[in-house]
């Protein structure tokens, strides 16, 4: 579960990245909305697959506070690569 969260965590970190660095500018700049429609819906389904995935694991894995940190992490950004490795390190796993 670990390993499937981290994916879909960088993913939806990437995504993210990918929507501010690439697909606004392409809009706003150069006044072409669609690659904003397209990494913005593909982002959004990566956020809800994370949170998701998080509420999957709160009690089997993963204490709620996991749940608290990802939610605010996939929110901001860079935040997941951070929060992946909170994960990953033990710190939110169930005793």
Same mark, same amino acid.
């Given at each position: 579960?670990?390993?499937?969260?981290?994916?879909?965590?960088? #993913?939806? +970190? /990437?995504?993210?990245?990918?929507?501010f660095?690439?697909?606004? *500018?392409?809009?706003?700049?150069? +006044? @072409? *909305?669609?690659?904003? $429609?397209?990494?913005?819906? !593909?982002? %959004? +389904?990566?956020?809800?697959?994370? !949170? &998701? #995935?998080l509420?999957?694991?709160? %009690?089997?894995?993963?204490?709620?506070?996991?749940?608290?940190?990802?939610?605010?992490?996939?929110?901001? *950004?860079? &935040? *997941? /690569?951070? /929060?992946?490795?909170?994960?990953? $390190? +033990?710190?939110? @796993?169930v @005793?």
């Open positions: 579960m670990k390993q499937l969260v981290s994916i879909v965590s960088y #993913l939806e +970190g /990437f995504s993210a990245l990918l929507l660095a690439v697909a606004m *500018p392409v809009k706003y700049i150069g +006044g @072409d *909305p669609e690659l904003v $429609s397209l990494v913005g819906a !593909i982002h %959004g +389904g990566l956020f809800v697959l994370f !949170i &998701g #995935l509420l999957a694991g709160v %009690g089997r894995y993963w204490n709620r506070v996991a749940f608290y940190h990802g939610f605010v992490a996939a929110v901001v *950004p860079a &935040g *997941p /690569f951070l /929060f992946d490795g909170m994960l990953i $390190s +033990g710190e939110y @796993d @005793d």
